[in-house]
């Protein structure tokens, strides 16, 4: 038996196998995670508001609802995109999804025909690029400096490839640089996509996880031809296991997301979705926001000044104003796959930073998380990866 | 902006337009569902699970797990494979998924190429041909009689079509028609579709609702050769709203499903996989299936016997001894569509039998289903519909 054409063209995740290492590892100081940290989930209340579901409403919750999404939580979204967001929008434009994976994923298949080319920045994160693997797009990467995309290069990339279709960025805190585009930036890049025929997908995970710095809107705000694919999430401002997320986009293109999903998978769960809508009734996400915030920026700037004090200088980094992770580039002649061993049996793991290139990336780039380590944890392994460092220059 | 060539193959759900026009009356009485009965949910023992997973686990139920699914439930799948289907299998064998319907998208992912053919019960369930319908597979049809796919025909189209790529069946209680195969038709199946290099996709969420005859095995419990792919439910003996279901498939076929679900939705919520665990470890579930069986046993008999009683003689039926379904056979002239809109209008719906074939059908057939109405309501919609009929000839 043979798997279609379209399973030869995937490949498998280089982060994963670098976790699959430090799982033989448990002892190992880990700045390799993507998760929110679970000690920080509010679990007393995400209890009550689920215990409240099952007592008000649990055969609705335990039943199917429609593929679109549950109605309440539909409407709380729409407010949500325009109080925080800034995007005008209604029931139309949102469809519930599992997780933002999804919606690349749908967005993949709604969108790319074989040989399409596929923008997205460099680097960027894998789920994306491999959501799309499968239909055979060519993928293209326009580098990135501390404002965002750098917009001569792409206004030369689509002078240059008719064919490109979508354009997939993460404006806010970036997945693997942690950068955040700046709002002239996003001004610019709308002005240039809105004279091709491609479609925005943005990407949107970290956006509330803002902890220095103005809010800067999002590109859906600034999307004057629905030429834009949001998608926002729970997962890392509430938690991730309930699998809750959103596309907002033209009601054009929701539409076809919601009768794509019916096909994918009929509907997300109607417990979860209405978990997560028992929360916001009760709770107050806001607030919870804010410790999320709190906690982080601690741990960044404690990340940060343990950097400027252990690591070498030739090591630039990245200074987030939000999200879970920085960016680290090492000397040219370094191999971040090849220090990662050693840094490993030195007790402390790290992505390296080519693993989120859809093609070939450079080898001295690392990214590292965190969120899900103590202070202490931060303390002790920046000093042990400077020491790393060192023994290599 | 225009969608990917694939979205070209869509096609809107007859079924969906059918339920559309029943929203718009409540009062009719609804053949036409495709549901569980929500009062037979096991609603305080779901709450109660649910209760103990958040008191004892509940961090991790709010958290990421792993693609393939949660441990524990994955250990009890293999174990519920064995026991109830006669299924050989390690965990290995096993993922977990988001409904049956992703078993089927994630199988059209996998396997069709265009230009491929699928092969599917004449009729069959439209999710799974709409699943298959964006990757341009031609579909084909083969009757089925009261004993299952008609062998003969079967075995034509596999020589004369060597790109038969994949055959889905619905072996126990199939949607529409409420019919399972017998096992010497299975055997008989197995037999020759282990002599082509094709995919069989057993479907099989309703074989647990058995209210009549003898257990007969899946064919998976017959598959020597590892080409079967098997894909098990808790929607109908539990309930629909968690979205748990499972593959059972050679482990290079479960393999690349986990890894494609990965660029899907990374993984199945944590928390609903580990509610449906802890109401299996701290709950009878087979003696819960026994309620169904025996509710849904009154439905199907009472729905028969009214059927004798009301309807023309000319009106041919299935007898089902299992699931949720029967199809009715109408006098060649009829055409079930045209006498839809009547028969809403006096007080009773059902799905007309062409929708659920790939290609064009036969007007004359109707699926009706007996689980989400009372025994009054089947009562007195039947009459009315006898009523409508008659008056058609």
Chains 1, 2 share one sequence.
Request: contains cysteine.
């Amino acid at each position: 038996m043979s798997f279609s054409i379209r399973m030869s063209r995937t490949k498998a995740s280089g982060i994963r196998a670098v976790q699959k290492k430090i799982a033989l590892k448990p002892d190992v100081i880990s700045f390799a995670a993507g998760l929110p940290d679970p000690n920080l989930y509010p679990l007393e209340d995400l209890k009550t508001a689920t215990d409240l579901l099952m007592d008000n409403d649990g055969r609705k919750a335990f039943s199917y609802g429609l593929t679109k999404g549950y109605g309440p939580l539909i409407d709380i979204l729409v407010g949500r995109m325009k109080a925080k967001e800034g995007v005008e929008c209604t029931r139309d434009n949102i469809a519930i999804i599992s997780g933002s994976q999804q919606g690349l994923a749908l967005a993949a298949l709604m969108f790319i025909d074989e040989g399409d080319i596929v923008v997205a920045e460099n680097p960027s994160y894998l789920g994306a690029i491999n959501a799309c693997r499968p239909y055979g797009p060519v993928f293209m990467g326009v580098d990135t400096d501390d404002e965002g995309m750098v917009i001569e290069d792409l206004e030369q990339l689509l002078q240059e490839n008719p064919r490109v279709k979508m354009i997939y960025v993460i404006p806010n805190f970036q997945n693997p640089t942690g950068r955040a585009w700046s709002l002239e930036r996003r001004k610019k890049f709308m002005e240039v996509v809105s004279r091709y025929d491609v479609i925005v997908l943005e990407d949107n995970p970290y956006g509330e996880i803002r902890f220095k710095g103005e809010f800067v809107p999002s590109l859906k705000a600034l999307d004057t031809k629905g030429q834009v694919v949001y998608l926002g999430s729970f997962s890392k401002i509430l938690c991730p296991g309930l699998r809750v997320a959103w596309i907002c986009a033209s009601p054009e293109i929701a539409s076809m997301a919601e009768c794509m999903k019916e096909t994918q998978d009929l509907q997300s769960p109607e417990f979860t979705q209405m978990q997560v809508t028992s929360y916001l009734n009760h709770f107050d996400i806001e607030a919870h926001i804010k410790i999320i915030q709190e906690t982080y920026k601690k741990r960044s700037d404690l990340m940060l000044e343990m950097i400027r004090e252990y690591f070498p200088p030739s090591v630039k980094y990245t200074e987030p104003e939000g999200g879970m992770f920085l960016w680290l580039e090492l000397p040219k002649e370094l191999d971040a796959n090849e220090i990662l061993d050693e840094a490993i049996e030195a007790g402390v793991a790290y992505i390296p930073g080519d693993s989120f290139y859809a093609n070939e990336g450079p080898k001295n780039t690392i990214r590292m998380n965190y969120t899900t380590v103590s202070e202490e944890q931060i303390r002790k392994g920046i000093q042990i990866l400077g020491d790393v460092f060192r023994r290599h220059m």
